[in-house]
């Protein structure tokens, strides 16, 4: 089984940054994208950045040239580096995996629990 865990949220002031993490752990054969999307309370789930195994990035237009995400695939590993925080940013952030299991075919679509990020003065 694949399992994701996001870290990295908590309270921050309008203006400053943050960096999440997101480990996936199991039995992991191969990765074709990971991303990070958010809910804001009475909100719909939105997509905030992801990035496939081949490097290439797509952003939502409310965060570029604000957040980053980057990936170590070798670790399982994906971040979100957050600058310029604002309050509407404040959010639950979700890791999303497209991940490959060993002996399985196609790929799986997975999903972290969650963490928090607020950004208020």
């Known amino acids: 089984q694949v399992q994701l865990v996001e870290s990295g949220g908590g309270l921050v002031q309008p203006g400053g940054s943050l960096n999440l993490s997101c480990v996936a752990s199991?039995?992991?054969?191969?990765?074709?994208?990971m991303a990070w999307h958010r809910q804001a309370p009475g909100l719909q789930r939105e997509l905030v950045a992801g990035?496939?195994?081949?490097?290439?990035?797509d952003y939502a237009d409310s965060v570029k040239g604000r957040f980053t995400i980057s990936g170590d695939y070798a670790k399982n590993t994906a971040y979100l580096q957050m600058n310029n925080l604002k309050p509407e940013d404040t959010a639950v952030y979700y890791c999303?995996?497209?991940?490959?299991?060993?002996?399985?075919?196609?790929?799986?679509?997975?999903w972290g629990q969650g963490t928090q990020v607020t950004v208020s003065s």
């Open positions: 999303n995996g497209i991940i490959r299991i060993y002996n399985q075919p196609g790929y799986g679509d997975y």
């Open positions: 199991g039995s992991i054969d191969s990765i074709y994208l």
């Open positions: 990035m496939a195994v081949g490097g290439s990035t």
